[in-house]
């Protein structure tokens, strides 16, 4: 199912693509393209596929081109091992974030995510525990120009990745990040 004919102008845009260039890579007129932008045509199905699939063909290609550093969340929620598990959780809700890396002195440790907490969900209702209680494995840390390819990868296994430059950690890369670059 293609999406509504006013979105082409608007997909376009965000692509950076001109008219003309739409109309060269559908193989369509730029004479077209402008009419159905201005609602002053109804596109054949076959016109309409061809134009989509330009436009989804030029939005995977810029996607393969991003890097990690590109749709990392700059700001990081972290905690330490010693902070409660119930700050964690504040913050996950707080945030609207489903993992936090675990920190201390700068280092990664560990990582709490919201499928350790359920699989533990016994546990923390019967005592205040520790964050370190519950952790499980530090996230991956990648380079800031890691491919969006590789990063797919890893989010299939992990529920996030620091970015890093030069030894310092710069950014997050979680699933809604990746899923993101859908829209």
Same mark, same amino acid.
């Given at each position: 199912?293609?999406?509504?004919?006013?979105?082409?102008?608007?997909?376009?845009?965000?692509?950076?693509?001109?008219?003309?260039?739409?109309a060269?890579?559908?193989?369509?007129?730029? /004479?077209?393209? %402008? $009419?159905?932008?201005?609602?002053?045509?109804? !596109?054949?199905?076959?016109?309409?596929?061809?134009?989509?699939?330009?436009?989804?063909?030029?939005?995977?290609? +810029?996607?393969?081109? $991003?890097?990690?550093?590109?749709?990392?969340?700059k700001?990081?929620? /972290?905690?330490t091992?010693?902070?409660s598990v119930? +700050?964690?959780?504040?913050?996950?809700n707080?945030?609207?974030?489903?993992?936090?890396?675990?920190?201390?002195?700068?280092?990664?440790?560990?990582?709490?995510?919201?499928?350790?907490?359920i /699989?533990?969900?016994?546990?923390?209702s019967?005592?205040?525990?520790?964050?370190?209680?519950?952790?499980?494995? !530090?996230?991956?840390?990648i380079?800031?120009?890691? !491919?969006?390819?590789?990063?797919? %990868?890893?989010?299939e296994?992990?529920?996030?990745?620091?970015?890093?430059? +030069?030894?310092?950690?710069?950014?997050?890369?979680?699933?809604s990040?990746?899923?993101?670059?859908?829209?």
């Open positions: 199912m293609f999406p509504e004919l006013d979105e082409i102008g608007k997909v376009r845009k965000k692509l950076g693509l001109t008219q003309s260039d739409l060269r890579i559908a193989n369509v007129s730029q /004479s077209t393209i %402008a $009419k159905i932008e201005n609602g002053l045509m109804e !596109p054949s199905y076959t016109i309409t596929k061809k134009i989509f699939l330009a436009l989804e063909k030029e939005r995977a290609k +810029k996607e393969k081109n $991003k890097v990690a550093n590109e749709i990392s969340t700001k990081i929620i /972290s905690v091992p010693e902070d119930k +700050k964690a959780v504040k913050l996950m707080a945030y609207a974030i489903s993992q936090l890396p675990v920190i201390e002195e700068g280092r990664v440790v560990g990582g709490i995510s919201e499928s350790n907490l /699989s533990k969900f016994e546990t923390l019967r005592r205040d525990l520790k964050v370190e209680e519950v952790m499980g494995d !530090p996230f991956p840390l380079p800031e120009d890691t !491919p969006v390819k590789i990063l797919k %990868a890893l989010l296994k992990f529920p996030a990745v620091l970015t890093v430059r +030069k030894g310092e950690i710069t950014g997050i890369v979680t699933k990040d990746l899923l993101n670059l859908i829209r």
